[in-house]
């Protein structure tokens, strides 16, 4: 399936009411408040469900609008919303990276690899996520190194270990409830001396309320930056899409203890509320590297403003 089609189809659940509230008017129903309380359900946030409502009201849409109509308006609303939140970071990360004719620009022992490091509570996809972004970029011929630094749990280094095989990439790992931080440097040295031009970090699951856990996060940036403070390093935070608005307070957390560059929306397909991605990016400002619409490993899309706002409202 291609990418539209996907996404599309994965947030039906979150269309499938703004729909019904715009063909609802033909009822009799009124069509901003339909649709203000459908992107309320959608979990768009109420300030921004009730300034889009407002501007339905203002459009006055006549009669013979047909509902596609309706929908796209809708969808440009929402993007030109979302659209300073346009990040491209994967799309510059996809140009191959010896694309250059310059022979000399090989990786050296000097040269800094690109972190990725991966973050986020329990379960919500961090581990899936990291395998995906691996393969979408493994097509541009990096040359990635997976490292296993959930070092609580032996299935969690069976897991990333499985991707690392399936991929077929480098993979690192310590024995059980080794330090973290301890892997983290050591396989960053062995990536430069091997030539990976990517590290991707797997963290363990973090209850947001977990001191001790946030505590080691901070060391792993640490330990990243005394190997050279100008290592390019980009925290992602992972978020779990059926968590809805909730995931606000994960976001409080991790955002002012440990830093983020960037958000994942992982399983959008398994939600109707696909409209948090909105009032996220809204309230924190912060921009959205990509979306997961399913399980696959293919199942994770560069997040695309228009794209995203139109699988929104079904369009
Ligand atoms: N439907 C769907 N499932 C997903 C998506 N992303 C991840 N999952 C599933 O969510 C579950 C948890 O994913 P993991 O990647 O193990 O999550 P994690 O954050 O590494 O979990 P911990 O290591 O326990 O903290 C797995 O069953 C994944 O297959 C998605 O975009 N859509
Ligand atoms: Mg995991």
Same mark, same amino acid.
């Given at each position: ?13 979150? *269309?499938?009411?703004?729909? &019904? ?257 909105? *009032? ?31 699988? &929104?409202?079904?369009?």
């Amino acid at each position: 399936m291609e990418f539209f089609a996907k996404i599309k189809s994965a947030l039906k659940k979150t *269309s499938n009411h703004i729909a &019904l509230s715009i063909s609802g008017r033909r009822a009799g129903h009124d069509l901003a408040q339909g649709i203000e309380e459908a992107l309320i359900m959608a979990d768009v946030g109420v300030a921004v469900a009730a300034e889009l409502s407002r501007k339905v009201t203002e459009e006055k849409f006549s009669r013979d609008t047909t509902d596609e109509d309706i929908k796209l308006f809708l969808a440009n609303e929402i993007a030109l919303l979302l659209a300073p939140y346009q990040s491209n970071f994967f799309q510059q990360l996809s140009i191959p990276p010896h694309s250059t004719t310059d022979n000399t620009q090989h990786l050296s022992s000097t040269t800094n690899p690109h972190i990725m490091l991966m973050i986020g509570v329990n379960g919500n996809g961090k581990t899936t996520t990291l395998a995906k972004i691996t393969h979408m970029l493994k097509q541009s011929h990096h040359r990635p190194l997976l490292v296993a630094a959930d070092t609580f749990r032996a299935a969690a280094v069976d897991q990333l270990r499985y991707w690392a095989n399936y991929i077929s990439c480098d993979f690192s790992c310590a024995p059980d409830g080794a330090d973290a931080a301890g892997l983290v440097f050591q396989s960053i040295k062995n990536a430069k001396s091997n030539g990976n031009d990517l590290v991707l970090i797997d963290t363990a699951g973090r209850l947001q309320n977990r001191d001790d856990l946030l505590a080691e996060l901070e060391k792993i940036k640490k330990v990243i930056k005394k190997i050279d403070a100008a290592i390019p390093l980009t925290t992602i935070l992972i978020l779990d899409g059926i968590t809805g608005q909730a995931a606000h307070g994960q976001v409080d957390v991790f955002l002012n203890k440990i830093g983020v560059d960037g958000i994942i929306v992982t399983k959008l397909d398994g939600t109707a509320k696909g409209g948090a991605i909105v *009032s996220l990016v809204q309230k924190y400002k912060i921009p959205v590297f990509a979306i997961g619409v399913g399980e696959g490993i293919d199942d994770l899309k560069p997040f695309n403003v228009l794209e995203y706002a139109r699988s &929104l409202v079904g369009h």
